[in-house]
């Protein structure tokens, strides 16, 4: 946490203020913080992925772990448990889809993203296996999480500030997280040094599927339904938020802050878009175009700074 | 090999199991449906074969060939009696300028091929829709003499082999025989296994680089021409969309592993058979609409899984 | 390093001078009604957005179509709130899916924005929408496609259904009519083998089409009441060569129908691939749902069931149960007519 991830915060102030400035409606406190609810699971499973990527791997499944899970939570919701039944049970089945993935690539020594590919396929599968073509309805005290507010901030948006807190200090002040960066920057460097790397990859793994559980019941709540063909693609956007917020595909490299700042960053593009009225087609293309530039400034950044 | 003969055992296990359960997977009409699904995935499967093979990733592909499909479709329209060649060489020559864009962003600007190509992956989707203002390709802006490339072929022992399998096949055996014969093809497996050594030793790893994006458009852009060819009509939404990851299921069935340096072009085709071969049976065994996802995914993780455990026994 | 740091800074700075306060919040987009359909690039809903652009002329309001990139089940939400946010007068969708969305149409609606679905309603969940305004009499599509294909196979044979998702509102309860047709003694000697689902994508339309001619050799003919599932139903029919009179055909040959529009079935019409097929004109759907925003919006009319309202160009049109109003006829496209249509 050295350097502040300059690039997207720059980048982040520049889109707040030229949406503010041109954009009519834009710049509505209680607009932006509703609007906010609908990129909470992408930001959670964004920080799960920064973690992923530190050590050098990637999650493509953690948007089929989260259908799963919200699937899985919302049938035993229907069979009569209750929230506190339905909150632990959601981060137990996210956490150990995320673990198998965790396994495999530790254990067996399966490229990641092959593993992911797989079980992207297999879990979404599972849901729709699990739920038929039918979606559930979440019972009416569960619904709405997106709605209540406090001090005047929605619970999801509070519920990610803190997880972030949290995945920080994991990832940037403890044992764990240096041992994830030692992974992801030389995997045999720091085998000779001792340190569990089957562990550490695990572990990184079974976190994002703990996000996955997370960003379930989030999911679950705000929509009031659950379905096996929700959140399709979420994947891709989690992985595009944790590198414009600075975590190197390579390994080695990312930032928890630079992760969360990216997240307001996509969130502020999009909905400056959106309430411009911009056709989907334009909004695809300038998102897109955004994403190679941010990551083409940071590089460009790292280099001058290398050079000086 | 001895990889490649453990992936035609998978395939054979897996169509003798198919057979047993429906007798009718063998039939012309089901071996044909298995031959038709292949040639677009294997024309677009070997650029991704150059591109992994150096330690990349062309995430782009399925945007890429929907943006190609629509472009010679427009051109179709403008003149029907454009011949079939200009058609090839049109969709081919879109691809080499989308992939010059992955190309120079990777290889010049140096930015992770995975972040540029999810990026491109976007971006050339949403060009789709704006050069075709949202209009899908109808069928009748498509002449026969494109689509009678899927129906007619070359006739062995009652199946048809169409042209568009002809091609692939023919594509097959040219990546085949760069990737042995050349020093380009020598250069791509020596940068991609350890691109330090490969610089040292003098390989220009930024040509190699750029090379593979640019061919990897140029294939991709074929497909989409090939895609108007198959399905007479090309929709800029749906047109290879979450074609990559077939792709890549693909090559990586196949053997290469995605840190760069391996990879056949043989092991590719026999990825290709077998994912071919699961859709079909998955609709030929009439498996539940709602389980064929999991099944699907459960038969690529087996594969994949077995395949880890083999080379590691090896490896030992 | 630090100069540049420098250097950013002052530009975040300028450029946060150079904004002034927020541009007003004009009312620009009071007398707009946005259509949110499925997904962009769908010619069944571009023929839609002419209705409404017909209506716009004549009833005086702006029109705007904003589709989702994708037809994912919740890539509408962020679009509804969007223009929620703009403050447009009326909001007309297409729904992606027929829960997902309630509580993001319910807040429109509180915040005064007159709520209705086009061709895919909320169904089970019509209370958080003013009205839907449905192709044409649903009780009618599944017997007269039924008929149409019963019709050109004598009332005798096996035939099969390639629909959409296995999970799309609309196309069930087409098939649920076909199904409860076939009681009808004159279908007695036909048989529905099969119900497959493509999923509305080229590729798995086309691989289930031709599992379908491989496991039933002696199938007779093809629904697909979906215009994916018909064009690639005909382009596997065509490659085969078994259509009747086909180049491969051994006796009768497989006869197919569906739902499409006409612009999409031309080619095959011409080569007798598909000999007729039906829909009806979307257009009509967004010319009466305009019509009804409009009027509901200014207070003018409230929908009940059982209400029949004149709509101009459209004759009486009646409101039935959960106030469901059914658009223009249905219409069999073949070889004579094919060509006075352009959509």
């Given at each position: 946490m050295k350097r502040l991830p300059l690039v997207p915060l720059v980048l982040l102030v520049i889109a707040v203020f030229v949406a503010a400035r041109y954009v009519p409606h834009f710049f509505d406190a209680r607009y932006l913080l509703d609007t906010s609810t609908l990129y909470i699971e992408v930001g959670l499973l964004a920080l799960g992925s920064t973690l992923v990527i530190v050590t050098g791997n990637i999650d493509l499944s953690v948007g089929s772990n989260l259908v799963l899970s919200a699937c899985l939570t919302a049938m035993l919701m229907r069979s009569g448990y209750g929230t506190f039944a339905a909150v632990t049970f959601s981060c137990v089945v996210g956490t150990v889809l995320g673990a198998i993935n965790g396994l495999m690539v530790a254990k067996l020594r399966l490229p990641s993203f092959l593993v992911t590919l797989g079980t992207m396929a297999a879990y979404r599968g599972a849901a729709q296996a699990a739920m038929g073509a039918k979606s559930i309805a979440l019972p009416d005290g569960f619904k709405g999480i997106d709605q209540s507010l406090v001090f005047g901030v929605p619970w999801p948006l509070v519920i990610f500030l803190a997880i972030a807190v949290v995945s920080g200090v994991l990832l940037h002040r403890t044992v764990f997280g240096r041992w994830a960066f030692a992974l992801g920057t030389n995997e045999s460097a720091s085998q000779y040094s001792g340190l569990p790397n089957d562990w550490t990859k695990i572990a990184v793994f079974a976190y994002t599927g703990l996000m996955a559980g997370i960003g379930a019941l989030l999911m679950d709540s705000r929509l009031a339904v659950a379905r096996h063909d929700l959140a399709r693609g979420i994947e891709l956007d989690a992985i595009t938020v944790a590198v414009v917020g600075g975590a190197a595909i390579t390994g080695g490299k990312g930032s928890i802050l630079g992760t969360a700042i990216a997240l307001f960053l996509l969130m502020t593009v999009r909905t400056a878009m959106g309430v411009a009225n911009v056709k989907a087609e334009y909004q695809l293309t300038a998102i897109g175009a955004l994403l190679v530039v941010t990551v083409l400034a940071s590089e460009f950044r790292r280099k001058s700074a290398a050079d000086e | 090999m001895l990889r490649n003969l453990y992936a035609l055992g998978f395939v054979v296990v897996l169509c003798l199991a198919v057979g047993l359960k429906e007798p009718r997977f063998f039939q012309p009409m089901s071996i044909e449906s298995v031959l038709l699904w292949m040639p677009l995935i294997t024309v677009v499967a070997m650029g991704q074969l150059l591109v992994i093979a150096t330690g990349g990733i062309d995430i782009s592909v399925g945007s890429l060939l929907g943006f190609c499909g629509i472009a010679v479709g427009l051109v179709l329209k403008s003149?029907?009696?454009?011949p079939v060649v200009f058609a090839f060489a049109y969709g081919a020559g879109f691809g080499i300028a989308l992939g010059f864009i992955n190309a120079a962003l990777i290889a010049w600007a140096r930015v992770s091929p995975l972040i540029v190509t999810i990026g491109t992956l976007a971006a050339f989707r949403g060009l789709a829709f704006m050069v075709s203002k949202g209009d899908q390709i109808d069928s009748s802006m498509v002449p026969d003499s494109l689509t009678s490339l899927a129906n007619h072929g070359i006739k062995i022992a009652g199946v048809n082999l169409s042209w568009l399998l002809v091609i692939a096949l023919v594509i097959s055996l040219v990546t085949a025989l760069v990737l042995r014969y050349t020093a380009f093809g020598r250069n791509v497996y020596a940068f991609g296994s350890n691109p330090a050594a490969a610089r040292l030793r003098g390989i220009p790893g930024k040509a190699i680089t750029f090379w593979v994006y640019v061919i990897s458009g140029a294939l991709a852009g074929l497909a989409g021409t090939m895609y108007a060819a198959r399905f007479g009509f090309v929709n800029p939404l749906s047109a290879g969309q979450n074609f990559e990851l077939t792709v890549i299921a693909a090559v990586a069935i196949g053997g290469a592993k995605l840190t760069g340096g391996t990879g056949s072009v043989l092991g590719v085709l026999l990825g290709c058979l077998l994912l071919s071969c699961i859709n079909v049976a998955l609709s030929v065994l009439g498996i539940d609409s709602n389980w064929q996802m999991l099944a699907y995914g459960v038969v690529i993780l087996v594969a994949i899984v077995i395949d880890g455990i083999v080379q590691r026994r090896r490896a030992a | 390093m630090r100069t540049r740091n420098i250097a950013l800074y002052l530009s975040i700075a300028a450029i946060a001078a150079a904004c002034?306060?927020?541009p007003e919040a004009g009312g620009g987009a009071a007398n707009t009604i946005v259509f949110i359909p499925?997904?962009?690039?769908?010619p069944y809903f571009k023929r839609v957005d002419t209705g409404f652009e017909n209506a716009s002329k004549d009833l005086g309001f702006s029109f705007d179509s904003q589709a989702p990139a994708?037809?994912?089940?919740?890539?509408?939400l962020s679009v509804i709130k969007d223009q929620v946010q703009r403050g447009v007068a009326a909001i007309v969708i297409s729904a992606n899916s027929p829960d997902a969305l309630n509580q993001a149409l319910d807040q429109a609606r509180d915040k005064g924005v007159v709520v209705a679905t086009v061709d895919s309603d909320l169904t089970g969940n019509e209370s958080h929408r003013d009205f839907g305004v449905l192709p044409t009499d649903f009780s009618q599509i599944g017997p007269s496609q039924l008929e149409l294909l019963a019709k050109s196979i004598n009332y005798e044979g096996d035939f099969a259904i390639l629909s959409a998702t296995s999970d799309a509102p609309n196309q069930n309860a087409w098939i649920a009519g076909m199904k409860e047709e076939?009681?009808?003694?004159?279908?007695?000697?036909?048989?529905?083998v099969a119900v497959v689902y493509g999923d509305d994508e080229p590729q798995k339309s086309s691989t289930e089409a031709e599992g379908l001619l491989t496991k039933y050799p002696s199938l007779r003919g093809i629904i697909s009441p979906t215009s994916v599932g018909l064009a690639a139903a005909a382009q596997v029919l065509e490659n085969a060569g078994v259509y009747p009179g086909g180049p491969n055909t051994k006796g009768p040959g497989v006869v197919l129908t569906g739902l499409s529009t006409p612009n999409q079935m031309k080619k095959a019409v011409d080569k007798g691939v598909v000999a007729s097929f039906q829909l009806w004109d979307p257009a009509d759907m967004g010319e009466i749902a305009a019509y009804l925003a409009m009027q509901v919006k200014d207070k003018k009319l409230t929908l009940k069931p059982g209400d029949e309202i004149d709509v101009p160009g459209h004759g009486k049109v009646k409101v039935g149960e959960n106030n469901v109003i059914f658009a223009g006829p249905l219409v069999t496209f073949d070889k004579d007519n094919i060509g006075n249509y352009d959509f």
């Open positions: - | 003149d029907p009696h454009l | 002034g306060p927020a499925k997904s962009t690039g769908n994708t037809a994912d089940a919740t890539s509408q076939m009681k009808d003694a004159k279908y007695a000697k036909m048989h529905l």
